[in-house]
């Protein structure tokens, strides 16, 4: 399990196209050798005159899950956004009709 877990950290310094769960099966696949694994997440990495450019970070990609949490923390963003509004002009009526009935009381 250290071995994986080596290699994982590895994919993630280094390797930022591939997922945790694809580089275990590149482990896999080559048997565990160290040379092969090597030699093959190798030709995944990131050159170092592109790292830090937005476009070449490609392991910044949201999952379905992701976004499914984004729509939804955005949906309740804008439902409390619109209870708020609704309870400002509530709140502007009732002062509107209390002024108006103060000044009716001053009329009579």
Do not use: P
């Amino acid at each position: 399990m250290n071995f994986i877990n080596e290699w994982k950290a590895y994919g993630r310094k280094n390797v930022k196209v591939l997922t945790d769960e694809q580089i275990v099966r590149v482990c896999i696949d080559f048997d565990f050798d160290n040379k092969k694994i090597q030699s093959y997440l190798k030709t995944y990495e990131t050159d170092d005159k592109y790292k830090g450019l937005e476009e070449y970070e490609w392991n910044t990609t949201q999952t379905k899950q992701q976004k499914v949490e984004d729509r939804r923390r955005k949906a309740a963003y804008a439902e409390r956004l619109r209870l708020r509004k609704e309870q400002d002009v509530l709140r502007a009526e009732k002062r509107v009709e209390a002024e108006a009935r103060k000044a009716k009381r001053e009329e009579n």
